[in-house]
């Protein structure tokens, strides 16, 4: 039986769908995944949060903790080196938060990461990928995935070792992102190799990695037989992208792209929650980059993104939008795109 016979659930929390958005360090709170979430997200992850943190109760640690019921179902990602606090972290999320699954980061690829001993460190070790992992899940109620590359670079490709470690220690699923450490974010996601991996376990796995486009998703659960199709990048400034790609593999309908208006209205949401989430200041300093990736493709656009990057008010930022927007709407210039 193909993955996309079956239910996508993990843990037995059932997902609506088989599109997840991928936990991105600096943008996937609260304010971003509920946005996201109203587009259709089957499941939405939160960003990385450290395990220290959360042991030492630090306080910017803990407002990433927060969840708006309207997110669920919601994984939230741990990250760590060292197992007590690993354990002591998950016991708390398990108990303290709202979570519906707990995720264990060892993908991250950045130096300060790997420096912990966490992250895709874990790669070049199947036996402490089994070891932390049945530490957690022993220790907790709710599902445990794990989030990893194939490896850690072209000498050191542990990804089936590392999936069945995984899957031996109880984690209830495994999302794989198709590259590996040294690769970053570059080059090309190696799509057989996260089929080598859904092959080689029988929990559910998500893909991740150059998933462009409705068809791009399409295309990898039929290729590697993923149970989900992961989400990152191509999701920033544009949430369309996830509803498109729900619509896509449920219907075959590959519908256009919104308008410029639209664009705005949403991106004007995205940062009312953002305010509400963080208080002005640091919201309109961090939308600052969102609302740049909602100009993404809006001819034009180089002027309006550079006074985005100026604004120091939700005055200023909401009436430069709107501002663009009319002037665009005078010149004919905010019509959608076709379907591409």
Same mark, same amino acid.
């Given at each position: 039986m ?21 936990p991105?360090?600096?943008?996937c709170?609260s304010?971003?995944r509920l ?9 939405v992850y939160a960003e990385m949060?450290?395990?220290k943190g959360?042991?030492q109760?630090n306080?910017?640690t803990?407002?990433?903790?927060y969840?708006?019921e ?5 994984s939230?990602q ?11 972290a ?7 938060s709202?979570?519906?699954i707990i995720d ?6 950045v130096?300060?990461i790997i420096?912990c ?10 036996? %402490?990928?089994? #070891?932390?992992?049945? @530490?957690?899940v022993? /220790? =907790?109620d709710?599902?445990?995935s !794990?989030k +990893?590359?194939? $490896?850690w670079d072209?000498?050191h ?6 999936? %069945?470690?995984a #899957?031996a220690?109880? @984690?209830?699923?495994? /999302? =794989?992102h198709?590259r590996?450490? !040294?690769? +970053?974010?570059? $080059? ?5 190799w996260?089929?080598?991996m859904k092959?080689?376990v029988?929990?559910p796995v998500?893909?991740n990695?150059d998933v462009?486009t ?5 295309? +990898? ?6 149970d989900g199709?992961?989400?990152g990048?191509?999701?920033?400034g544009?949430?369309?992208m ?6 896509y593999?449920?219907?075959g ?5 919104p ?8 991106c004007?949401l995205?940062f009312k929650?953002?305010?509400e989430?963080?208080?002005?200041y640091?919201?309109v300093?961090e939308m600052?980059?969102h ?6 493709g809006?001819?034009?656009n180089?002027?309006i ?13 909401t009436?430069l939008?709107?501002?663009f927007?009319?002037e ?13």
């Amino acid at each position: 039986m193909a993955a996309t016979d079956k239910p996508f659930e993990i843990g037995g929390i059932k997902m609506d769908n088989r599109v997840v958005l991928a936990p991105m360090a600096g943008v996937c709170n609260s304010a971003f995944r509920l946005t996201v979430k109203e587009f259709g997200a089957g499941l939405v992850y939160a960003e990385m949060i450290s395990d220290k943190g959360i042991v030492q109760r630090n306080s910017k640690t803990m407002e990433l903790l927060y969840i708006d019921e309207r997110e669920y179902p919601l994984s939230l990602q741990i990250f760590g080196g060292d197992k007590e606090t690993l354990v002591e972290a998950a016991k708390y999320v398990d108990k303290q938060s709202n979570a519906d699954i707990i995720d264990i980061n060892m993908g991250c690829p950045v130096n300060k990461i790997i420096r912990c001993e966490a992250g895709a460190k874990w790669l070049l070790d199947p036996d %402490k990928i089994h #070891e932390m992992v049945s @530490a957690v899940v022993s /220790a =907790v109620d709710k599902p445990v995935s !794990v989030k +990893m590359r194939i $490896g850690w670079d072209d000498e050191h490709l542990f990804g089936v070792e590392n999936a %069945k470690a995984a #899957e031996a220690a109880g @984690a209830a699923a495994i /999302a =794989v992102h198709g590259r590996t450490r !040294v690769q +970053m974010y570059e $080059g090309k996601s190696d799509w057989d190799w996260i089929r080598r991996m859904k092959e080689a376990v029988d929990i559910p796995v998500i893909g991740n990695g150059d998933v462009e486009t409705p068809q791009d998703a399409k295309r +990898m659960l039929e290729q590697t037989g993923v149970d989900g199709v992961m989400v990152g990048r191509a999701a920033l400034g544009d949430p369309w992208m996830i509803y498109r790609t729900v619509r896509y593999l449920d219907t075959g309908e590959l519908i256009g792209q919104p308008t410029l208006r639209e664009k705005i209205d949403v991106c004007l949401l995205h940062f009312k929650r953002l305010v509400e989430l963080k208080g002005e200041y640091t919201a309109v300093r961090e939308m600052r980059k969102h609302a740049s990736w909602y100009m993404k493709g809006i001819r034009g656009n180089a002027k309006i993104r550079k006074a985005i990057n100026q604004a120091e008010s939700a005055d200023e930022l909401t009436a430069l939008l709107n501002e663009f927007t009319v002037e665009m709407e005078s010149l004919g210039l905010a019509e959608a795109p076709s379907a591409v």
